[in-house]
């Protein structure tokens, strides 16, 4: 039996490996995903490519409930 994935705000991999895999079960890219999450495509490249979010926790909270 395997366990769920977990919430996008317990899920122990970095911020890039969760945004993308958000990214990826709903087939979006980071220009159509930019409106939902409320940033810019630049932002999202930033953060798939490593760089930090300084409000990660926030945009963990909203990858869980989109």
Do not use: K, N
């Not at 930019?34 to 990660?56: D, F, K, M, N, V």
Request: charged letters at 15%; one cysteine or more.
């Amino acid at each position: 039996m395997t366990l769920p994935d977990p919430s996008p705000v317990s899920d122990p991999r970095p911020f890039c490996d969760v945004l993308r895999a958000w990214l990826d079960t709903r087939q979006l890219t980071a220009y159509a995903a930019a409106p939902i999450l409320g940033t810019t495509q630049q932002s999202i490249g930033r953060w798939l490519s490593g760089q930090p979010c300084a409000h990660e926790r926030a945009y963990r909270a909203l990858l869980s409930i989109s």
